[in-house]
């Protein structure tokens, strides 16, 4: 190949790739979506020059990976860190929750198993109280009585 050509093909070609990298980093900077059509179209080629130098389509695949922002699913780097410390807190409040839900059933079953085995107040203690409460009302008054029936005897 003639060297003057050669040279000036070869100087055509670094041409074309800084326009490629220069488009690429206006896309990034911008915040486009990164595509091989995006970047032929902004830098003027034809996307045939990024399929032919593997380097530049290899740099904008690896930006669509950085900079994918799925316009449908609006994801983001910053999205996807809310959404992480959105389900740290809620993992954190199930937690908590489960946490007094066990609780709760331990003493439900504490009790239950208290009472089913005969070791436990009955279930009608207010009932036994005010028997205590009356018997030992009455027992007051036969005492009073023995008590008069006693100071009658002795005069």
Known sequence: MNPPLHNGRRAATTRRRERAYAALREALAAGEPVSVSGIARRAELYRSFFYRHNDLLQEIQAAQNRSRSDGEHGVTLASLRADLANAN???????????????????????????????????????????????????????????????????
């Open 89 to 155: 807190d809620r993992n954190s409040r199930l937690t908590a929750r489960i946490r007094q839900l066990e609780q709760a059933l331990s003493r439900a079953l504490g009790e239950r198993a208290w009472r089913e085995s005969g070791t436990g107040t009955p279930t009608d203690i207010h009932v036994l109280q005010e028997q205590i409460t009356q018997l030992e009302q009455h027992n007051e008054e036969l005492n009073a009585e023995l008590s008069e029936r006693d100071y009658s005897c002795r005069d």
